[in-house]
C-alpha cells in the first residue's frame, strides 16, 4: 500500500489521528533530540502556527531526581520570562506517560552557525548584543540567571532577530544560599565567568555579564577572546582576562569589551551601564514588553490532560456573572497517576500567590477591596472577577502592580491566583508574605502547596 506523501515538515496531507496532540497541534518531523527528549515540529490545528514540541518521557525522569527538578525548574524560569527576545513556551500538557513543552518555533536557527561563517558587520552584531542585553535585563528583573549564554543558545527567527533559548541551566532565587550567592558549577567553559570556575560563591546576574561580553567578542571578531590549546594556559588567560583585540574592533566597542571582560565580577560593569554606553545607545530602542508585556501574566499556560480524556478548557459563559473555571494544575494533576506536576506553579518562587476558599466569588472581591485600600494601592476592575492593584510608589523597576483573578474550581469552592503584573518581583514576594497573606487569613481554606488543598 503507497505511504502518504509527506512535505518537509513531515506533514501528511490528510492530517493522522495518531500525529494529533490534544485535539490541538498535529506533530510532524523530528528537529532534535536530547537524553531525556524529542523535539518535533508542530501545527496549530486552528490557526496554521507552527509551534516547537518537545516531548519528555516520565518513566525516563522519574528515574532521575535531579532532571525531574531541572524540567520543573525550568518550566516556571520560562513562565516567568516571557519577552519579545526570548522564545515563548506557549503551553505545556502532559499524560500518564509524556509531557509536552509547545514552545515558539524559532526558525532562523541557531547564531552560532551564522558566527561560524566568520565575523558579523558591527551594526548587526550591534543589534544582536541589544537585543540579548534586553532579555538578560529582563530575566534579571525577574530575578532569573540564565547562566550558559553562548551562540548555540540564541536562535534567530524568520525576521532576523534573537531569541535567548534552553533556560534548562538557569538559576531561582531559592538557589541562593545563605551567603547570597550561587555555588552550582555550570555553564560552558568558553563563555562560563571566571568566579564560577574559581568554585566559589558567585553572583549569577554578574555571571552573564561576563558571558555576554564573550558573545559580543566573538560577533565582531569570528572567534573566541580567550583561546590556547594548553588548557592550563587557557584559564590562567580567562581567569587574569588575557585577550587582544583585532585590529577592525572600533574603539566604542573595545571600550565595552574592556569593561565587560573584567576578572573582578565587583568592578565588572552593570546592565544598566552596559544600556548607557555610546556603542550601546547606537539604534536602540527598548522593546515593547518592557512597558506591556506583564499585562497577561495571568493567563494559564499549564494544562494536564490524562490520556482517555480530552483537553480540558474552560466551559462555555453564562448569561449571568460567574467566576471562570481553573484547571487548577494541583488539583487536575491529582487525577493522573504517578506524576504529580503541582510544583511548576513555582510554589517556592511566588509564595502565597495562590490560595483555595470556601467563600462566594463576590464576597473574595469584596474583601480583595478592603485589603487593597489598607495597603494605599489602587483597584482596578478589569473584568467581573479580575482585578489589578496599583502601587502608588515608585520601586525598584517602577511601580509594584498585582493582578488578582477569581476562579471557581467547584460549586463551594474558588481559587484565587495572583500574579506580579509590573514592578520589581522580590518586592512582590515581600508584599504577599508580609502584607497580603495576613490580611486575607479570615477568607483563606488553603494557600498553595499547604496538604489540605489536595483534600477536594
Known sequence: MEENKKDGNGYEAEPSAKNILFGKYEMGRVLGQGTFAKVYHGRNLVSG??????????????????????????ISIMRLVRHPNIVELKEVMATKTKIFFVMEYVKGGELFAKVSRGKLKEDLARKYFQQLISAVDFCHSRGVSHRDLKPENLLLDENGDLKVSDFGLSALPEQLRKDGLLHTQCGTPAYVAPEILR????DGAKADIWSCGVVLFVLLAGYLPFRDENVVKLYRKLFKAEFEFPRWFSEDSKRLISKLLVSDPEKRISILQIMQSPWFQQGFTRPVAFSIQ?????EELLSLTDDESSSLSSPSPSPSPSPPFYNAFEFISSMSSGFDLSSLFESKRKSGSMFTSKCSAAAIMSKLRS???????????????KVRMQGKEEGRKGKLAVAVEVFEVAPEVAVVEFSKAAGDT???????????????????????????????
Open 294 to 298: 506583564q499585562e497577561g501574566e495571568t
Open 426 to 456: 522580590l518586592e512582590y514576594i515581600k508584599l504577599c508574605e508580609e502584607d497580603v497573606r495576613p490580611a486575607l487569613k479570615d477568607i483563606v481554606w488553603s494557600w498553595q502547596g499547604e496538604s489540605n488543598c489536595h483534600q477536594l
Open 49 to 74: 502556527e507552527s509551534v516547537a514540541i518537545k516531548v519528555i518521557n516520565k518513566k525516563q525522569v522519574k528515574r532521575d531526581g535531579l532532571v525531574m527538578e531541572q524540567i520543573k525548574r525550568e
Open 199 to 202: 568554585k566559589k560563591g558567585y
Open 371 to 385: 485589603v487593597t485600600r489598607k495597603l494605599n494601592f489602587g483597584f482596578v476592575l478589569e473584568k467581573e472577577f
